[in-house]
């Protein structure tokens, strides 16, 4: 198992620009997340989906957007990229639909120039 | 009432030590509380995790004591040792309604040789 994928490590953007992070899991997990961690404030949560076609907000849903078309991936987009946006984020997925036991991808570190 | 308070933010401990770090929350809906580790340049890993159900739980040298009336808890690593410095965090959790992980703002343990 590959577990938690994600692409790409690192990216630069300009303001404005948007992209989609990719991620993907091989442990055919109900739950999957986004997270984003900046310095002295943990990890936040973006967007969960607690399974494929549904998808819901989490504490700093702005400025991001999310789908679930398969078991398997869950993009983030961010539709038009802002300095605030500038983080290192986090995919992680979960055998339960409660969303304990979560596992973590290795991350993509986003720069917003 | 969604805050995990983590302290301290930073710890530095003695090889063979213990290292405590503490965890608050206020919502008494929470039923899950995880602890994660994190390297440096590496996603989060689940640690250990309790339910408020027991008051504490043991697995090898790490141990987490919950104490439900001050709703606290608290991941204690008895023998530390320098390859335990990392990063890390508490979560809590609640599966009535929503699904959703709030994290503490972290904590990096430095073990010295």
């Known amino acids: 198992n590959a577990g938690v994928t994600q692409t790409p490590k690192f990216q630069v953007l300009k303001t404005g620009q948007s992209m989609t992070l990719q991620c993907a899991q091989d442990?055919?997990?109900?739950?999957m997340s986004w997270y984003r961690q900046d310095p002295g404030m943990g990890l936040r949560l973006i967007h969960y989906?607690?399974?494929?076609?549904?998808?819901d907000q989490g504490e700093v849903p702005n400025g991001y957007n999310v789908s679930r078309s398969t078991t398997e991936d869950f993009p983030l987009r961010l539709l038009s990229a802002a300095p605030s946006q500038t983080s290192v984020y986090f995919c992680?997925?979960?055998?339960?639909?409660?969303?304990?036991?979560?596992?973590f991808g290795p991350g993509t570190r986003l720069t917003v120039t | 009432q969604q805050q995990v308070k983590q302290s301290p933010q930073s710890l530095i401990v003695q090889k063979g030590g213990i290292s405590i770090i503490n965890c608050a929350y206020e919502?008494?809906?929470?039923?899950?509380f995880p602890w994660y580790q994190q390297f440096p340049g590496k996603g989060p890993a689940l640690l250990i995790a309790?339910?408020?159900?027991?008051s504490e739980k043991k697995e090898g040298r790490f141990t987490i004591s919950f104490n439900k009336s001050a709703k606290q808890f608290s991941l204690h690593i008895m023998d530390s040792q320098p390859g335990d410095s990392a990063t890390y965090f508490c979560a809590a959790s609640t599966t009535s309604g929503t699904y959703k992980y709030i994290f503490g703002t972290g904590t990096r343990l430095k073990v010295l040789a």
């Open positions: 442990m055919n997990h109900e739950y």
């Open positions: 992680a997925s979960s055998p339960t639909t409660s969303g304990y036991e979560q596992y």
């Open positions: 309790i339910r408020p159900d027991v």
């Open positions: 919502n008494t809906a929470f039923d899950y």
């Open positions: 989906s607690v399974g494929a076609g549904i998808t």
